[in-house]
């Protein structure tokens, strides 16, 4: 007979990277809790490919916080408990600048069984100064995340490694960029049908239905999965 604690650690045998370990079950006359547990996790811990999941904890009507910033906290005991497991799950947890600097949180999985994930800040300025949790409390891999140009090689914040990450192509361009590719490709379209139908007025551009998958010229292509130090594909937590 097995009781959700059990059930929880088979859940977390899966992760292991042998996977020799048997699928949970609950037996057929456990608590309808049991069940859930198995049907909400279950997904999760046989993945093996890389995936991300957002986390967002809000009231029921549908706030995040008060009216004075406070949101600690603004669900119940279950989502910290769910909050939690989603971390023992995860190989990474990713958060920003802001919510460290809101909350100080630790980012570490204390309510339940499972390893604590390694912990990742994304601080591009370098605003955040050494006295937050997560870079004192040495609970966990700690890393930040910085534009190369403000991060010096074989930096550290308290406890945290500082990894320098080369700057992006800002938002506002690299729309911009996408816009002239889609209306060269509209342009072009045309002339290129006269050409090979000799037809003397040209057609009207192709429309493009909502939810075309084709690519046009200019996106970027997918990044290539990152890889955990257990030489899986990542799995990350965005609380």
Known sequence: MHDEASLWRSLLALRRPDGAHARPAPARDAPAAQAAL??????????????????LGQSLDGRIATAAGASRWVTGEEDLL??????????????????????????????????????VVIDC???????YRVFQDGAAPTLLLAAADRAR??????????????RGEPVHRRRRRHHLALSRRRRARPAAAHRRAGHPRLRAPEPVAAGDRRAAPGLAAAPA??????????RMHLP
Do not use: F, K, N
């Open 38 to 55: 198995i049907d909400l996790y279950l997904p999760l811990a046989e993945a093996r490919g890389p995936y991300a999941v957002a986390h």
């Open 82 to 119: 769910h909050t939690h497991r989603m971390r023992a799950l995860a190989d990474a947890i990713l958060v920003g600048s802001g919510t460290l600097r809101h909350d100080d949180p630790q980012l570490t999985v204390r309510r339940c069984a499972g390893d604590h994930p390694v912990r």
């Open 125 to 131: 300025e370098r605003r955040l100064g050494p006295e």
């Open 153 to 166: 090689p074989g930096e550290r914040l308290g406890q945290a490694e500082i990894v320098p990450v080369p």
């Open 225 to 234: 999965p990152l890889q955990s130090r257990r030489g899986r594909a990542l």
